[in-house]
């Protein structure tokens, strides 16, 4: 499954293009927004990093739905249906956004930090936020995507789920973003994100069969 | 080993007040192919979905049983073949990675279904969103006989094929049912086969 869709998406490129886009089009914005020099110190550890999470929530917002859409609306959903277990294509279909995820921390995070001046106190602390975060945008992303393939209006359906399960992950993440930034230590917060991380993959493993068979 | 058998009993589907299927029975034995006719609308796709496992339905039962195990819903969906006018295939990919990616997910080799689409004389190396109608259809019986499903679940089965296609595909249904499988054909009018064993009219 894994390897299915980075040949499809490498041949179309669909999502990988609108990610990149869009995620270069907020950088540049939020850029000039702060102007060459950047915010100051105080200001910069408040603010960025909840640029930076708002930055890859809307880049993934703008190509992860289209996991399972795209599959129902180009009729391959009855042939996946009858050849896949449900767990095999979830695991198949989160693996793939987590690569897309992960290739977009790793193509906005640098520039982001040059863009803004932005220093971080705790690198590996920074890193593992991003790993955990980027693994929760994904996880959370295909399951609400799963939900919404069948649906009429898939847009609206996919904003309205994601706020209540996205909501806590990001507020986690920002949190922690800042003390990175800060140098302060992850204390509680990083076990429960992992904690969160662990929940949506198992209740995505748990509903996936129930939202995607008939 | 006990012989596959196919029986359904008042299959009732309805789709918000649109009754579609209204209380549909039926059995099929081991050698013997069911022939669905009826008018567009009349519920054809629908219990063939039903019985593939795609479809749950409303009321009644099916049961469908290989080597002397009954198969719930999910089971019956990924051991059946299915042939319909809405099973698309991915058109990145071409012929042979469609079908050795199915395969991987039935964990089969993709010799059987290459063989199927060597008859039907199916190009390999071309996009499936390069084929033409007929050539999709090709590649669908390619898809149902991949894992030599004791099932087949035919939906307009020669839909857009030329001649030699039809002759062809043909000749895989007859090879199936003479090695003891099962078919239910459906389509709006009465076919020609030698191996019809009942006929169900959705029309009536």
Redesign the interface.
Known sequence: MFVKEWRCEYRTRYALNTLALFAFTTLVVVSFSLGPLGVDRSHGTAVLPVLLWIILLFSVAAGLPRTFVQEEETQTAMALRLSATPSALFCGKLLYNLTLVFALEVLVTPFYLMMTSLEVASPWLFAAVLAAGGYGLAAGSTLVAAIIAQARSKGTLFSVLSFPILLPLLVLAVELTRGATAGDPGGVAVPVLLLYDATITVAGLMLFPAVWNP | MSAPRLQFADVRRHFGRLSVLQGVSGTVDPGEMMLVTGPNGSGKSTLLRCL?????TDGGTIAYQENGTPLD??ER??R?G?V?P????????TVE?NLA??AK??RVSPARGLDVLGRLALPLDRLAGNLSSGMRQRLRWG?ALLHSARLLLLDEPFQNFDAAGERIARELLDEHLAAGGLAVVANPSSLDFQHVATHLDLGR
């Open positions: 593939a496992g795609l479809l749950a819903a999910a969906r990924r059946v299915v319909a809405d099973l698309a295939f991915y058109a990145e990919l990675e990616f199915f997910l039935r898809f």
